[in-house]
Nanobody, 124 residues
Framework: QVQLVESGGGLVQAGGSLRLSCAASGRTVSSYTMAWFRQAPGKEREFVAAINWSGGRTYYSDSVKARFTISRDNAKNTIYMQMNSLKPEDTAVYYC?????????????????WGQGTQVTVSS
């Protein structure tokens, strides 16, 4: 089993930045694909970004491309997401997710492990 704990959320003004972290425990995730999803009130959970096991390949949703950067430190069993130029529409609960294997997936049902989420609120 893999346990995931997100941190780094908070309240920020539009145009500001936040850095989210997701610490994994229970098993090393160095061979896992890791991802961030988000869910705004009244909306379905949506894909934000993913990174393969080595960090050599990343994939982003169009809505965050060029503003968000996903990265990982396998020695620390942790992934990160640097979020810049934040917009009010980025307001959501952000979830970390993991699945074993090398492929990158963008659908909720493709991931086996989930964190509890961290709230990001962007004020206008």
């Amino acid at each position: 089993q893999v346990q995931l704990v997100e941190s780094g959320g908070g309240l920020v003004q539009a145009g500001g930045s936040l850095r989210l972290s997701c610490a994994a425990s229970g098993r090393t995730v160095s061979s896992y694909t890791m991802a961030w999803f988000r869910q705004a009130p009244g909306k379905e959970r949506e894909f934000v970004a993913a990174i393969n096991w080595s960090g050599g390949r990343t994939y982003y949703s169009d809505s965050v491309k060029a503003r968000f950067t996903i990265s990982r430190d396998n020695a620390k069993n942790t992934i990160y997401m640097q979020m810049n130029s934040l917009k009010p529409e980025d307001t959501a609960v952000y979830y970390c997710a993991a699945r074993s294997g090398t492929a990158i997936y963008t659908r909720v049902e493709n991931y086996d492990y989930w964190g509890q989420g961290t709230q990001v609120t962007v004020s206008s």
